[in-house]
């Protein structure tokens, strides 16, 4: 049974089954389909209260803010000199912002979970269901980003999108099938779009490409794969300011075929992605791929980082940091 959050943040993938990629109109969301945005507060069960000194801060409880359509132009070059990030610490943590749709959702809740309290890395929650980059009026990521961006002064963003987008839709007047020129031309610009905003902002920048999906879910690999390709190719043009993170197969079998269900480090059988073949199941499935983008970021970024968080993957653990004297 999907989970209520996924159940709220489906719009997007129903809109596969609904047939809206078919006539390149986008799902409309209703109250129940979206989950809510606004300012910044401290809530849920993995997100400490403020009474504790939280780590994690989550947008949660509200309506969308109101969008205009997003210019589609090429984004201004950005300068290629960024200064590395600071070695973090609990004293001082790396402020690191995690925006996309439901699985970047589920990507925050784990880093959230993994993290925990009092660690060298805050987690700012901002992702935001049923979003992506191809509807851009029902959320108008460019300007909600640029507001988080001034808002939080992250030195790291995160990025997780796709669940929504492989499919075609209108630009204006004009039909962009998926997969043709002109849809890899335009996705690629909006792609570019968010991440020369987040590099004019002075933050680094990792995109995290999306997992291998069931063959029984309502995404075909296929197309999960071409938009993978869009994402490290944008990437690759910033090689200094911005790394790709591949997760293809990181929720494999040992036969290469999908896992719906693996074996953690205490050797107990965890099911880590949900029933629709799509989301990624918490707390082991987003502990896992949490857990392992954090690994990668130590070595794209040249960092340490300790966390006070869950440990189910010690494969890809990192250290716990010393208690406070």
Same mark, same amino acid.
């Given at each position: 049974?999907?989970?209520?959050?996924?159940?709220?943040?489906?719009?997007?993938?129903?809109?596969?089954?609904?047939?809206?990629?078919?006539?390149?109109?986008?799902?409309?969301?209703?109250?129940?389909?979206?989950?809510?945005?606004?300012?910044?507060?401290?809530?849920?069960?993995?997100?400490?209260?403020?009474?504790?000194?939280?780590?994690?801060?989550?947008?949660?409880?509200?309506?969308?803010?109101?969008?205009?359509?997003?210019?589609?132009? %090429?984004?201004?070059?950005?300068?290629?000199?960024?200064?590395?990030?600071?070695?973090?610490?609990?004293?001082? &943590?790396?402020?690191?912002?995690?925006?996309?749709?439901?699985?970047?959702?589920?990507?925050?809740?784990?880093?959230?979970?993994?993290?925990?309290?009092?660690?060298?890395?805050?987690?700012?929650?901002?992702?935001?269901?049923?979003?992506?980059?191809?509807?851009?009026?029902?959320?108008?990521?460019?300007?909600?980003?640029?507001?988080?961006?001034?808002?939080?002064?992250?030195?790291?963003?995160?990025?997780?999108?796709?669940?929504?987008? %492989?499919?075609?839709?209108?630009?204006?007047?004009?039909?962009?099938?998926?997969?043709?020129?002109?849809?890899?031309?335009?996705?690629?610009?909006?792609?570019?779009?968010?991440?020369?905003?987040?590099?004019?902002?002075?933050?680094?920048?990792?995109?995290?490409?999306?997992?291998?999906?069931?063959?029984?879910?309502?995404?075909?690999?296929?197309?999960?794969?071409?938009?993978?390709?869009?994402?490290?190719?944008?990437?690759?043009?910033?090689? %200094?300011?911005?790394?790709?993170?591949?997760?293809?197969?990181?929720?494999?079998? &040992?036969?290469?075929?999908?896992?719906?269900?693996?074996?953690?480090?205490?050797?107990?059988?965890?099911?880590?992605?949900?029933?629709?073949?799509?989301?990624?199941?918490?707390?082991?499935?987003?502990?896992?791929?949490?857990?392992?983008?954090?690994?990668?970021?130590?070595?794209?970024?040249?960092?340490?980082?300790?966390?006070?968080?869950?440990?189910?993957?010690?494969?890809?653990?990192?250290?716990?940091?010393?208690?406070?004297?």
């Amino acid at each position: 049974m999907l989970s209520g959050r996924h159940l709220l943040s489906g719009v997007g993938v129903l809109g596969l089954l609904l047939g809206a990629s078919a006539c390149g109109g986008a799902p409309t969301p209703t109250a129940a389909s979206a989950r809510p945005h606004q300012s910044a507060s401290v809530t849920g069960t993995a997100l400490k209260s403020s009474a504790q000194g939280s780590s994690v801060i989550s947008h949660a409880n509200s309506t969308p803010p109101p969008t205009k359509k997003s210019s589609n132009t %090429a984004s201004p070059p950005v300068a290629t000199a960024m200064a590395p990030l600071v070695q973090p610490s609990p004293a001082k &943590p790396l402020t690191a912002l995690v925006i996309g749709d439901s699985l970047g959702e589920d990507l925050q809740y784990g880093m959230a979970d993994v993290a925990g309290t009092g660690g060298s890395l805050r987690i700012i929650e901002a992702a935001y269901g049923s979003s992506g980059l191809v509807n851009q009026q029902y959320y108008d990521w460019p300007k909600v980003l640029a507001s988080d961006l001034r808002r939080y002064h992250p030195q790291l963003v995160y990025v997780l999108f796709g669940g929504n987008d %492989a499919r075609s839709f209108d630009q204006g007047a004009r039909y962009v099938p998926f997969g043709s020129a002109l849809w890899k031309k335009v996705y690629g610009a909006r792609v570019n779009t968010i991440i020369s905003e987040v590099l004019r902002a002075k933050a680094h920048l990792i995109w995290v490409g999306l997992p291998v999906m069931s063959p029984s879910s309502v995404l075909s690999n296929t197309r999960i794969k071409a938009l993978n390709a869009i994402y490290r190719a944008e990437v690759q043009k910033h090689p %200094a300011q911005a790394s790709f993170i591949a997760t293809w197969s990181l929720f494999r079998t &040992p036969r290469g075929g999908f896992a719906e269900y693996m074996v953690d480090s205490a050797g107990v059988r965890v099911m880590v992605r949900d029933p629709d073949g799509v989301h990624i199941a918490p707390p082991a499935g987003q502990e896992l791929i949490a857990s392992y983008v954090l690994r990668q970021t130590e070595k794209a970024e040249r960092i340490s980082l300790c966390v006070r968080g869950s440990n189910l993957w010690q494969q890809y653990s990192l250290p716990h940091c010393a208690a406070k004297r």
